[in-house]
Protein backbone atom coordinates (compact mmCIF):
# COMPACT_ATOMS: atom_id res chain seq x y z
CA UNK A 1 0.00 0.00 0.00
CA UNK A 2 1.26 3.41 -1.05
CA UNK A 3 2.19 5.77 2.22
CA UNK A 4 0.68 8.18 0.10
CA UNK A 5 -2.85 6.66 0.76
CA UNK A 6 -2.83 5.92 4.44
CA UNK A 7 -3.83 8.85 6.36
CA UNK A 8 -2.03 9.89 9.88
CA UNK A 9 -2.89 12.94 12.44
CA UNK A 10 -0.42 14.20 14.46
CA UNK A 11 -1.72 13.86 18.00
CA UNK A 12 -2.39 17.10 19.96
CA UNK A 13 -0.19 18.91 17.43
CA UNK A 14 -1.73 22.10 18.42
CA UNK A 15 -0.87 21.28 21.86
CA UNK A 16 2.22 19.83 21.04
CA UNK A 17 3.35 22.94 19.05
CA UNK A 18 2.31 25.95 22.07
CA UNK A 19 5.29 24.24 23.60
CA UNK A 20 7.92 24.93 20.93
CA UNK A 21 9.41 28.31 20.31
CA UNK A 22 10.92 29.79 17.07
CA UNK A 23 14.78 29.95 16.27
CA UNK A 24 15.61 26.71 17.59
CA UNK A 25 16.78 23.34 16.41
CA UNK A 26 14.29 20.32 16.89
CA UNK A 27 14.93 16.75 16.95
CA UNK A 28 11.78 14.85 15.75
CA UNK A 29 12.73 11.84 17.53
CA UNK A 30 9.93 9.77 15.90
CA UNK A 31 9.51 11.57 12.29
CA UNK A 32 6.88 8.67 10.63
CA UNK A 33 4.77 10.07 8.22
CA UNK A 34 6.44 13.75 9.13
CA UNK A 35 3.11 15.35 10.71
CA UNK A 36 4.54 16.98 13.54
CA UNK A 37 7.68 17.97 11.38
CA UNK A 38 5.74 19.70 8.83
CA UNK A 39 3.84 21.46 11.25
CA UNK A 40 6.78 23.10 13.10
CA UNK A 41 8.92 23.86 9.69
CA UNK A 42 5.83 25.62 8.93
CA UNK A 43 4.77 27.50 11.45
CA UNK A 44 8.32 28.45 12.88
CA UNK A 45 10.09 29.85 9.75
CA UNK A 46 13.84 30.13 11.94
CA UNK A 47 13.34 26.40 13.14
CA UNK A 48 16.18 23.81 11.90
CA UNK A 49 14.61 20.50 12.77
CA UNK A 50 16.23 16.90 12.36
CA UNK A 51 13.77 13.84 11.93
CA UNK A 52 14.99 10.81 13.19
CA UNK A 53 13.40 7.12 12.50
CA UNK A 54 14.31 3.73 12.33
CA UNK A 55 12.04 2.58 9.53
CA UNK A 56 13.88 3.37 6.52
CA UNK A 57 9.90 3.65 4.47
CA UNK A 58 9.60 6.87 6.16
CA UNK A 59 12.37 8.80 4.14
CA UNK A 60 9.70 9.07 1.33
CA UNK A 61 7.86 11.36 3.94
CA UNK A 62 11.15 13.06 4.49
CA UNK A 63 12.32 13.95 1.35
CA UNK A 64 8.85 15.96 0.47
CA UNK A 65 9.97 17.66 3.53
CA UNK A 66 13.98 18.53 2.35
CA UNK A 67 12.36 19.71 -0.97
CA UNK A 68 10.40 22.40 0.62
CA UNK A 69 12.67 23.20 3.69
CA UNK A 70 16.33 22.26 1.67
CA UNK A 71 18.39 23.88 4.50
CA UNK A 72 16.60 23.71 7.46
CA UNK A 73 15.68 20.08 7.32
CA UNK A 74 17.43 16.45 7.62
CA UNK A 75 16.87 12.98 8.09
CA UNK A 76 18.37 10.02 9.41
CA UNK A 77 17.40 6.70 9.76
CA UNK A 78 18.22 5.71 13.68
CA UNK A 79 16.38 4.16 16.33
CA UNK A 80 16.39 6.57 19.18
CA UNK A 81 18.72 5.31 21.40
CA UNK A 82 21.16 6.12 18.56
CA UNK A 83 20.55 9.65 19.31
CA UNK A 84 23.86 10.32 20.46
CA UNK A 85 25.20 9.79 16.65
CA UNK A 86 23.40 13.32 15.80
CA UNK A 87 26.47 15.77 15.93
CA UNK A 88 23.51 18.86 16.64
CA UNK A 89 22.71 17.19 19.43
CA UNK A 90 24.66 19.12 21.96
CA UNK A 91 23.10 22.22 20.53
CA UNK A 92 19.38 20.51 20.45
CA UNK A 93 16.77 22.97 22.03
CA UNK A 94 13.51 20.74 21.64
CA UNK A 95 13.26 16.79 21.15
CA UNK A 96 9.91 15.27 20.35
CA UNK A 97 8.53 11.68 20.76
CA UNK A 98 5.20 10.61 19.35
CA UNK A 99 5.85 6.72 20.83
CA UNK A 100 4.52 3.38 19.34
CA UNK A 101 3.57 1.49 16.12
CA UNK A 102 2.19 4.16 13.28
CA UNK A 103 -0.54 3.42 11.12
CA UNK A 104 2.00 3.43 8.18
CA UNK A 105 3.52 0.35 9.67
CA UNK A 106 0.10 -1.44 10.47
CA UNK A 107 -1.97 -0.83 7.43
CA UNK A 108 1.22 -2.02 5.41
CA UNK A 109 -0.03 -6.17 4.73
CA UNK A 110 3.50 -6.66 3.90
CA UNK A 111 5.01 -5.61 7.19
CA UNK A 112 3.19 -8.19 9.17
CA UNK A 113 1.55 -6.32 11.82
CA UNK A 114 -2.19 -7.25 10.47
CA UNK A 115 -4.01 -9.85 11.91
CA UNK A 116 -5.36 -10.17 8.65
CA UNK A 117 -1.59 -9.94 6.94
CA UNK A 118 -0.41 -12.91 4.62
CA UNK A 119 2.59 -12.16 4.33
CA UNK A 120 5.59 -13.30 6.57
CA UNK A 121 5.43 -11.98 10.32
CA UNK A 122 7.67 -9.33 10.83
CA UNK A 123 6.70 -6.49 13.03
CA UNK A 124 9.82 -4.89 13.05
CA UNK A 125 9.71 -1.06 13.14
CA UNK A 126 13.48 -1.05 11.29
CA UNK A 127 16.62 -1.85 12.45
CA UNK A 128 15.39 -5.26 13.89
CA UNK A 129 17.66 -8.01 15.00
CA UNK A 130 14.56 -9.88 15.13
CA UNK A 131 11.30 -10.43 13.59
CA UNK A 132 7.65 -11.73 15.11
CA UNK A 133 8.83 -15.12 12.58
CA UNK A 134 11.54 -15.98 14.73
CA UNK A 135 10.48 -14.88 18.10
CA UNK A 136 7.37 -17.42 17.81
CA UNK A 137 9.61 -20.31 16.21
CA UNK A 138 11.82 -20.09 19.35
CA UNK A 139 9.96 -18.72 21.98
CA UNK A 140 8.87 -21.22 24.98
CA UNK A 141 5.66 -21.51 26.22
CA UNK A 142 6.61 -20.30 30.00
CA UNK A 143 8.16 -16.71 28.09
CA UNK A 144 5.50 -16.77 25.13
CA UNK A 145 2.88 -16.44 28.56
CA UNK A 146 5.09 -13.92 30.53
CA UNK A 147 5.06 -11.47 27.04
CA UNK A 148 1.40 -11.92 26.51
CA UNK A 149 0.60 -11.30 30.15
CA UNK A 150 3.25 -8.89 31.15
CA UNK A 151 3.06 -6.70 27.52
CA UNK A 152 0.13 -7.30 26.55
CA UNK A 153 -2.13 -7.12 29.56
CA UNK A 154 -3.90 -10.41 28.21
CA UNK A 155 -5.61 -12.46 30.76
CA UNK A 156 -6.10 -15.64 28.21
CA UNK A 157 -2.38 -15.88 28.08
CA UNK A 158 -1.66 -19.05 29.71
CA UNK A 159 -3.82 -20.44 27.32
CA UNK A 160 -3.12 -18.31 24.23
CA UNK A 161 0.48 -19.56 24.53
CA UNK A 162 -0.09 -23.25 25.14
CA UNK A 163 -2.32 -23.43 22.03
CA UNK A 164 0.51 -21.38 20.00
CA UNK A 165 3.17 -23.77 21.12
CA UNK A 166 0.73 -27.11 20.91
CA UNK A 167 0.35 -25.82 16.87
CA UNK A 168 3.98 -24.48 16.21
CA UNK A 169 4.95 -28.19 17.56
CA UNK A 170 2.91 -29.67 14.42
CA UNK A 171 2.83 -26.60 11.92
CA UNK A 172 4.78 -23.55 11.00
CA UNK A 173 3.36 -20.25 11.77
CA UNK A 174 4.16 -18.26 9.10
CA UNK A 175 1.62 -14.97 8.72
CA UNK A 176 -0.33 -12.74 10.79
CA UNK A 177 -3.17 -14.39 9.57
CA UNK A 178 -2.05 -17.85 10.77
CA UNK A 179 -1.17 -15.99 14.47
CA UNK A 180 -4.41 -14.95 14.37
CA UNK A 181 -6.81 -17.49 13.78
CA UNK A 182 -4.64 -19.57 16.64
CA UNK A 183 -5.06 -16.66 19.51
CA UNK A 184 -9.38 -16.53 18.04
CA UNK A 185 -9.97 -20.34 18.55
CA UNK A 186 -9.13 -18.85 22.17
CA UNK A 187 -10.47 -15.83 22.60
CA UNK A 188 -13.91 -16.29 20.10
CA UNK A 189 -16.10 -13.45 21.33
CA UNK A 190 -15.68 -10.45 19.21
CA UNK A 191 -16.03 -7.26 21.45
CA UNK A 192 -15.04 -4.00 19.98
CA UNK A 193 -11.64 -5.24 19.57
CA UNK A 194 -9.91 -7.40 17.46
CA UNK A 195 -9.17 -10.56 19.77
CA UNK A 196 -5.45 -10.89 19.29
CA UNK A 197 -5.38 -7.11 19.55
CA UNK A 198 -2.74 -7.31 23.05
CA UNK A 199 -1.01 -9.93 21.96
CA UNK A 200 -0.16 -8.30 18.19
CA UNK A 201 0.87 -5.63 20.46
CA UNK A 202 2.97 -7.73 23.18
CA UNK A 203 4.97 -9.59 20.31
CA UNK A 204 5.46 -6.52 18.55
CA UNK A 205 6.61 -4.93 21.44
CA UNK A 206 9.16 -7.35 22.18
CA UNK A 207 10.17 -7.54 18.92
CA UNK A 208 11.17 -3.88 18.18
CA UNK A 209 12.79 -3.66 22.06
CA UNK A 210 10.28 -0.65 22.78
CA UNK A 211 10.70 -0.12 26.40
CA UNK A 212 14.26 -0.41 26.30
CA UNK A 213 14.84 1.98 23.53
CA UNK A 214 12.69 4.39 25.20
CA UNK A 215 14.94 3.74 28.89
CA UNK A 216 17.96 4.19 26.53
CA UNK A 217 17.21 7.31 24.83
CA UNK A 218 15.51 9.28 28.01
CA UNK A 219 18.30 8.36 30.60
CA UNK A 220 21.33 9.29 27.36
CA UNK A 221 18.94 12.82 26.74
CA UNK A 222 18.36 14.12 30.54
CA UNK A 223 22.30 13.45 31.37
CA UNK A 224 23.61 14.86 27.98
CA UNK A 225 21.35 17.47 26.51
CA UNK A 226 22.19 21.15 27.33
CA UNK A 227 20.65 22.96 30.40
CA UNK A 228 16.93 24.07 29.48
CA UNK A 229 16.32 22.01 26.82
CA UNK A 230 12.79 20.70 26.33
CA UNK A 231 11.61 17.26 26.14
CA UNK A 232 7.85 16.74 25.08
CA UNK A 233 6.84 12.87 24.66
CA UNK A 234 3.15 11.48 23.40
CA UNK A 235 2.34 8.27 24.82
CA UNK A 236 -0.48 5.69 23.81
CA UNK A 237 0.00 2.54 25.73
CA UNK A 238 -0.23 2.44 29.27
CA UNK A 239 3.43 0.49 29.78
CA UNK A 240 5.58 3.47 27.30
CA UNK A 241 3.28 6.01 29.71
CA UNK A 242 4.44 3.97 33.05
CA UNK A 243 7.62 4.47 31.80
CA UNK A 244 7.77 7.46 31.08
CA UNK A 245 6.30 8.87 34.13
CA UNK A 246 8.50 6.84 36.24
CA UNK A 247 11.48 8.15 34.53
CA UNK A 248 10.36 12.06 34.37
CA UNK A 249 9.31 11.43 38.55
CA UNK A 250 12.99 9.93 38.70
CA UNK A 251 14.41 13.30 37.74
CA UNK A 252 11.92 15.77 38.76
CA UNK A 253 10.76 14.41 42.17
CA UNK A 254 12.93 15.08 45.44
CA UNK A 255 14.12 12.03 46.50
CA UNK A 256 14.12 10.06 50.42
CA UNK A 257 17.20 9.49 52.21
CA UNK A 258 18.05 7.93 55.24
CA UNK A 259 18.22 10.34 57.87
CA UNK A 260 21.67 8.45 59.33
CA UNK A 261 23.24 8.74 55.94
CA UNK A 262 24.64 12.43 55.98
CA UNK A 263 23.72 14.21 52.54
CA UNK A 264 25.34 17.17 50.55
CA UNK A 265 23.50 20.35 50.05
CA UNK A 266 22.44 19.45 46.55
CA UNK A 267 20.98 15.99 47.17
CA UNK A 268 17.66 17.03 47.01
CA UNK A 269 17.66 18.99 44.35
CA UNK A 270 15.72 17.71 40.95
CA UNK A 271 16.92 17.99 37.57
CA UNK A 272 13.87 18.70 35.45
CA UNK A 273 11.19 20.66 35.68
CA UNK A 274 7.66 19.66 34.66
CA UNK A 275 5.84 22.26 31.91
CA UNK A 276 2.35 21.03 32.50
CA UNK A 277 0.73 20.73 35.73
CA UNK A 278 -0.60 17.45 35.02
CA UNK A 279 -0.60 15.00 32.06
CA UNK A 280 -2.12 16.40 28.77
CA UNK A 281 -4.94 14.61 27.11
CA UNK A 282 -6.79 15.01 23.61
CA UNK A 283 -9.61 17.43 23.63
CA UNK A 284 -13.39 15.81 23.33
CA UNK A 285 -13.50 17.26 19.37
CA UNK A 286 -9.92 15.75 19.07
CA UNK A 287 -10.96 12.46 19.94
CA UNK A 288 -14.27 12.61 17.68
CA UNK A 289 -12.01 13.49 14.72
CA UNK A 290 -9.31 11.26 15.42
CA UNK A 291 -10.79 8.33 17.40
CA UNK A 292 -7.14 6.61 17.86
CA UNK A 293 -6.60 9.74 20.13
CA UNK A 294 -8.08 8.91 22.75
CA UNK A 295 -5.51 6.95 24.53
CA UNK A 296 -2.65 9.57 24.12
CA UNK A 297 -0.98 11.38 26.57
CA UNK A 298 1.25 14.62 26.78
CA UNK A 299 4.05 15.10 28.93
CA UNK A 300 6.65 17.86 29.11
CA UNK A 301 9.87 18.44 31.26
CA UNK A 302 12.91 21.33 30.59
CA UNK A 303 16.12 20.26 32.11
CA UNK A 304 17.19 22.55 34.53
CA UNK A 305 20.69 21.17 35.96
CA UNK A 306 22.72 18.06 35.42
CA UNK A 307 21.41 14.66 37.48
CA UNK A 308 23.58 14.46 40.11
CA UNK A 309 22.62 10.33 40.69
CA UNK A 310 22.46 8.14 37.48
CA UNK A 311 19.07 7.18 36.99
CA UNK A 312 19.12 2.84 36.35
CA UNK A 313 16.91 0.48 35.29
CA UNK A 314 16.22 -0.60 39.06
CA UNK A 315 15.19 2.01 39.83
CA UNK A 316 12.40 1.98 37.99
CA UNK A 317 10.83 -1.06 39.11
CA UNK A 318 10.18 -2.61 35.87
CA UNK A 319 12.76 -5.89 35.73
CA UNK A 320 10.66 -8.03 34.89
CA UNK A 321 9.39 -5.94 31.03
CA UNK A 322 13.81 -5.30 30.76
CA UNK A 323 14.64 -8.86 31.35
CA UNK A 324 11.76 -10.41 29.03
CA UNK A 325 12.96 -7.87 26.03
CA UNK A 326 16.99 -9.04 26.97
CA UNK A 327 15.84 -12.36 26.29
CA UNK A 328 15.46 -11.97 22.55
CA UNK A 329 17.95 -8.83 21.74
Do not use: W
Not at 247 to 267: A, C, E, L, M
Amino acid sequence: MPLDTIKHYPVMANEVLSYITNNKTIIDCTFGGGGYSSKILKKYKGSYLIGLDRDKNTSEHALKLKKNYFDRFQFNNLKFSQIHRIKEFKSTDFFLFDLGVSNFQLKNMERGFSFESKSKLDMGMGLNTLNAYDLIEKVSEKNLKNILKFFGEEKFASQISKKIIEYRNNEKIITGKDLSNIINSIKYNKGKTDPSTKSFQAIRMIVNQELSEIYQALEYIISNCKQGAVIIIVTFHSLEDMLVKRIFNYYGKKKSFSRYVPKSQDQDDVCINFLANKVIKPSDMEIKQNPSSRSAKLRIIKKIKNPNIKLKRENLNMEKYFQLEELYV
